[in-house]
């Protein structure tokens, strides 16, 4: 991973934001821009230097992964560790004020007062823009490798379900053998606690895994993920328990129609709210759109959502190296609902469907 050129290009950028530096808190970013793993963290950079905080806790760990930074090791909470150096090394940069970016987004009220106390009122402490989050939304080859691999390990897990959705199982004996699976096999932990929503339950669009038991008859979606090297993957399949009604099918089928539908308008410069329409369209013909309550999909990476948001009204434009899900679903309430979702890589043509896993109607 390229830490150093990251870091390089956001320093580039602080000047035109009318910044001295930004303080990074959120560890997804501190882990884009320094390679750390860890829990506990800090990054500052400033417009000719990069400082990596931590506590004693992950002295050696910070040591041995981050790349491109000085590493500070306090006693205290990296971000007052942080506010410390500040003060003894970054106070009177030939300024009246000195203007250090926060992130709205990931920082309490509570700890930007007590930064502001430590800093004094020489520091300006501005909401940054989302600098990061916009570098982030395009990822490099090896970031794409990694994610390449995270969807396939899921596939593999996807097996595992096939098996053990049985009617009497309870959804939670499933997403059990699921995750235990996924362990084995590599995966650092699940993207998102498993959704295994059965029967009238599947009309739940986020249904965690629960201790209901599996109904003899009726679909049941499975959305489920696993982070491989911190790149998470996601990926959602509805299978049908016994044989299923013409009207469960011709359901099925319109999903599946609108996410093809939303796959086949992706592609460099298009905006992200005509994916969304091009699946909506599709289902309105069938007089289902306003059971498809939420958005077509999201930006996937080290973070499970992330931006680009794949919804009406958002004007970001597809590019290439984006890594985006497209998951339409219909969900009637007390009755029943079906949602598909595959990752998508937006390439230079148009995109690649990361998720090898088939779309078939696949009766238990
Ligand atoms: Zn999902
Ligand atoms: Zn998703």
């Keep these: 991973m390229h830490h150093a050129r990251r870091q390089h290009d956001l320093q580039s950028m602080l000047s035109p934001h009318r910044l001295d530096g930004l303080l990074i808190t959120h560890l997804p970013n501190v882990r884009y821009l320094s390679g750390f793993t860890g829990s506990s963290a800090t990054l500052l950079i400033t417009e000719n230097k990069t400082v990596f905080f ?16 000085r590493v500070v090791v306090g006693r205290k909470a990296p971000i ?17 004020r000195v203007r250090i970016g926060v992130e709205g987004d990931h920082l309490t009220i509570a700890t930007r007062t007590r930064l502001q106390n430590t800093l004094s009122s020489e520091f300006l402490l501005p909401e940054a823009p989302a600098l990061i989050e916009r570098a982030r939304m395009i990822k490099d080859a090896a970031e794409i490798e990694l994610i390449r691999r995270a969807v396939q390990l899921a596939a593999s897990l996807f097996d595992r379900i096939l098996e053990t959705v049985r009617p009497g199982a309870t959804e939670a004996e499933v997403a059990a053998e699921l995750e235990y699976a996924a362990r084995k096999a590599g995966a650092d932990e699940m993207s998102f606690p498993t959704i295994i929503a059965s029967g009238e339950r599947s009309s739940l ?48 089928d319109a999903v599946r129609e609108a996410q093809q539908a939303a796959i086949e308008a992706v592609k460099p410069g298009i905006k992200v709210a005509d994916v969304d329409r091009a699946a909506r369209k599709r289902l309105q013909k069938q007089g289902l759109s306003k059971y498809f309550t939420h958005s077509t999909g999201h930006g996937v990476g080290l973070e499970i959502h992330e931006p680009p948001r794949m919804a009406a ?24 609902g079906v949602r598909i979702e595959d990752t998508i890589l937006v ?6 469907v990361l998720t090898p896993t088939s779309k078939e109607l696949i009766t238990v």
């Design 205 to 252: 669009p986020h249904g965690r895994a629960s201790q209901a038991h599996i109904p003899s008859r009726g679909f049941v979606v499975c959305d489920f993920g696993v982070i491989l090297a911190g790149y998470c993957s996601d990926t959602t399949r509805t299978v049908h328990v016994g044989q299923p009604t013409a009207e469960a099918r011709k359901l099925y």
């Design 80 to 96: 007052a560790t942080a506010a410390e150096w500040l003060v003894k090394n970054c106070s009177k940069l030939h300024k009246a």
């Design 54 to 69: 931590t506590d004693g806790r992950y002295a050696t760990q910070a040591r041995s992964e981050v790349q491109g930074s």
């Design 347 to 352: 390439t230079e043509r148009g995109c690649e």
């Design 313 to 336: 009204g958002q004007a970001e434009l597809l590019r290439p190296g984006m890594v985006i899900t497209i998951e339409p679903g219909v969900y009637i309430p007390g009755k029943w």
